[in-house]
């Protein structure tokens, strides 16, 4: 038998849309520039050590005073070690690509929980995405938006929204029957029934996904940098090339730092939801 | 009137209901259709209806199709065939808005584990019916609040479900089925997870709400105590289908077969029989005009030693002991009136037996059993009532 040119057919499938749909690519590529660079503009007009403060209060707010006063160390650490700027970058890609894929993946989440055929469609799908080497998106994602920001959001998005659209449709499936079965025995439409009872009683599963999403787009942002994505992720890459032990090692540790605020904040979020079901 | 009728009703889960509905119409059991064509059968051949305002109980072990059929009649399960008609109206074929509409209105439904929504506080949980259809927030939470005083809950308002005790969370689901008013409450083994205590004030709790409110009810258990305190018709199910239908008393004293005999073997038969259903006919009776004469050749007759006297309206005058008619005789008296002993133990038909009890110990005479306007509808003797309490199946016992 033959060999099968499956290989050559994405290929293919690949120039047909970078040809055709070059105008789509374009809109799309404009719009996560001017969404990253928001975020960044917001965040860098501010000094560094108002952010800082502001952070502490809001982070004690969310969480409690220790992991306020982590955040606080851990931001300034990151000041100090002249990254400012860097993590700034970092920051905004992950949040515009946490936020993506959390726009996408919820609705998704939900269908699969909804929908026996979208489970089955879906969950091989997401398999793949998440099995497949995060540098095989990354021809692709250079092809399709050059190079720079939005084809590190792409990889990212595509990494990163497995774990939301897993645990959403995991978090809803899990709603006790009887109270589905409640919400029903009182003539609720499908959409009270899903807004009311099923998403309320979902969300610590479903913040346990936006949790991991933070997390993974995060450990995304050192292989977006070599598509040009910036931030700390080019700190490391530098290292890396440079054999330079220093900067390599002073871009991941604020890359740690930013993970545990991100994953302790966002914890403490879904732990202030949890409910009892007994 | 009818408020709900029952018709031909058959569920069965599976991919191809239609093949076992052919073997059901052949007459094969259960088992044997789950073997050959791989369906299960839910319930099937179900009649009954409801009167408006009664409380109809659906009994049976676990797995016999009871809470299926509940779930039928609000179609949360969607019967395979068969009619079910609420007010006139078959529900079977309702499009799904007359269903959502039926059950926001006119259905409402309490579930064994409660299946309160644990994210929002007892009141906002009371006033879910009315918030999905629309209703302001301060009106539904008025409402809310007014039928959780009515089921006992006043003061706990704000407070999460979790932080309830069993019973009290129970209130909740009843409060929640209460608020949108609706003529017919649904209630799955209701009172079962509750510990016996509470099943028993909830139980009374709800048999007074019942007069207060009026409401059809439909309630499933398999707790026979339970299902004959509060039916006022019981509908006893085995293996899918319905296998009797009567009052409590009916099932008690005329099990149709050998399956519900053994289900009422263990029954305290003291608190369900009446003693409308252990007395004797009011026979012989001597009425008050007969005179002393009369009632001694009764006596005499019957073999008995004393006799009940009643008026022309059949009315319970009092006793006549034989001695005292005698004595009458020979002294050529010709009125009871003088003999007649009014002071005599008597009960209503509907006494439960474990009342009877102590009244029939305390006396020498038979007690008399009285309608509600007086007149006498029957007579207790010890044997009477200890027949009652042992007979199984035969009415003439």
């Known amino acids: 038998m033959p060999k099968l040119p499956i290989g050559l057919w994405v290929d293919q499938v690949v120039s047909w849309a970078q040809v055709h749909l070059e105008w789509l690519f374009d809109f799309i590529s404009r719009a996560i520039e001017i969404l990253v660079t928001g975020i960044e503009t917001a965040f860098l007009t501010v000094s560094p050590l108002i952010i800082i403060i502001i952070m502490f209060i809001l982070v004690w707010f969310i969480a409690n005073r220790k992991i306020a006063i982590g955040t606080a160390i851990g931001l300034y650490l990151i000041y100090n070690m002249r990254l400012w700027e860097s993590s700034v970058e970092t920051l905004a890609l992950v949040l515009a690509s946490t936020a993506l894929a959390l726009l996408l993946g919820i609705p998704l989440g939900i269908l699969t929980a909804r929908s026996d055929l979208a489970h089955k469609l879906i969950m091989p799908l997401l398999d793949f995405m998440q099995t497949m080497p995060a540098f095989v998106y990354l021809i692709p994602a250079v092809l399709f938006f050059g190079l720079g920001q939005a084809p590190g959001l792409f990889a990212t998005v595509v990494f990163a929204m497995p774990p939301t659209i897993r645990l959403t449709g995991l978090g809803i499936r899990q709603v006790p029957v009887e109270l589905v079965e409640a919400s029903d025995a009182f003539g609720s439409t499908e959409w009270q029934k899903l807004t009311r009872v099923q998403v309320p009683l979902a969300l610590p599963t479903i913040m346990a996904g936006v949790n991991q999403c933070i997390m993974l787009s995060l450990s995304m942002v050192v292989i977006a940098a070599m598509i040009g994505a910036g931030g700390l992720g080019f700190e490391v890459l530098t290292g890396i090339s440079r054999l330079d032990i220093a900067k390599g090692f002073e871009g991941g540790l604020a890359i740690v730092i930013m993970a545990v605020i991100l994953d302790r904040v966002t914890q403490s979020l879904s732990e202030k939801r949890k409910i009892n079901f007994k | ?397």
């Open chain 2, 1 to 397: 009137m009818d408020k709900i009728i029952v018709k031909d009703l058959v569920k069965i889960f599976g991919d191809h209901p239609e093949k076992a509905v052919k073997l059901l119409k052949k007459g094969c059991a259960k088992g044997e259709i789950l073997k050959k064509v791989n369906q299960t059968v839910g319930i099937y051949d179900i009649n009954f209806s409801v009167s408006e305002g009664e409380i109809f109980v659906l009994m049976g072990l676990s797995g016999c199709g009871k809470s299926t059929l509940l779930r039928c009649i609000n179609r949360l399960i969607e019967p395979t065939s068969g009619a079910i008609t609420i007010d006139g109206e078959d529900i079977t074929s309702a499009a799904p808005q007359v269903i959502r509409e039926m059950r926001r209105k006119k259905i409402s439904m309490v579930f064994q584990c409660f299946a309160l929504f644990p994210h929002r506080t007892v009141l906002d949980n009371a006033a879910y019916g009315l918030e999905i259809q629309g209703v302001p927030t301060a009106q539904r939470r008025e409402r809310a609040a007014q039928v959780l005083e009515t089921v006992g809950l006043k003061g706990w308002e704000n407070s999460m479900p979790q932080q309830l005790s069993g019973g009290m969370q129970q209130r909740v689901g009843l409060a929640r089925a209460l608020t949108n008013n609706p003529d017919i409450l649904l209630m799955d083994e209701a009172f079962s997870a509750l510990d016996p205590l509470i099943r028993k004030s909830m139980q009374d709790e709800l048999l007074s709400l019942h007069n207060a409110l009026n409401k059809t009810i439909i309630f499933v258990t398999h707790d026979l105590d339970e299902a004959l305190k509060i039916g006022d018709h019981i509908a006893l199910m085995n293996n899918g289908t319905i296998v009797q239908i009567g009052t409590a008393e009916d099932i008690l004293t005329n099990p149709v077969n050998g399956y519900v005999e053994k289900f009422v073997e263990d029954v305290d038969r003291t608190k369900v029989l009446t003693a409308e259903g252990v007395m004797k006919p009011p026979d012989p009776v001597v009425f008050f005009k007969d005179g002393p004469r009369v009632a001694l050749r009764l006596m005499r007759e019957h073999g008995i030693s004393s006799i009940f006297a009643v008026t022309r309206e059949r009315r319970l005058a009092g006793i006549v002991q034989a001695e005292d008619a005698l004595q009458a005789v020979k002294e050529h008296r010709e009125e009871l009136k003088n003999i007649i002993i009014e002071d005599v133990p008597r009960v209503s038909v509907d006494t439960p037996v474990i009342d009877i009890i102590p009244v029939i110990a305390d006396t020498k005479f038979p007690v008399a059993v009285t309608q509600d306007d007086g007149k006498l509808a029957g007579i207790l003797v010890k044997g009477s009532v200890l027949a009652g309490m042992v007979r199984k199946g035969d009415n003439n016992a």
